[in-house]
Nanobody
Framework: VQLAESGGGLVQAGGSLRLSCDAS????????IAWFRQAPGKEREAVSC????????EYADSVKGRFTISRDNVRDTVYLQMNDLKPEDTAVYYC?????????????????WGQGTQVTVSS
């Protein structure tokens, strides 16, 4: 089970980025996929998750209304569209799954993780 994130970069405040999460060795279909982030000196925090079971989505309060998680089942990719980025969004972003169809990983933080992609938002 391997996950790979891409799409990070340097952007000015107010800008947008779209992160992608791809899998190798298995398919993302059937599993809830979450996005986390970790800023320097801070704990890893949950950002968003897409529940496979009912298609519902979950967001941290800090990103509600700005970030959107979506899934392309044809491409077998999960996206995190990030709009109106703020300097406090600067972090390494990870996608993760525990191979459950519900977003249990948001609480347990145990599962399979990608290597992360750096997002830097300048003020």
């Amino acid at each position: 089970v391997q996950l790979a994130e891409s799409g990070g970069g340097l952007v000015q405040a107010g800008g947008s980025l779209r992160l992608s999460c791809d899998a190798s060795g298995f398919t993302l279909s059937g599993y809830a996929i979450a996005w986390f982030r970790q800023a320097p000196g801070k704990e890893r925090e949950a950002v968003s998750c897409h529940n496979w079971s009912d298609g519902s989505t979950e967001y941290a309060d800090s990103v509600k209304g700005r970030f959107t998680i979506s899934r392309d089942n044809v491409r077998d990719t999960v996206y995190l569209q990030m709009n109106d980025l703020k300097p406090e969004d600067t972090a390494v972003y990870y996608c993760a799954t525990d191979l459950s169809s519900w977003c249990l990983i948001l609480k347990t933080k145990r599962g399979y993780w990608g290597q992360g992609t750096q997002v830097t938002v300048s003020s």
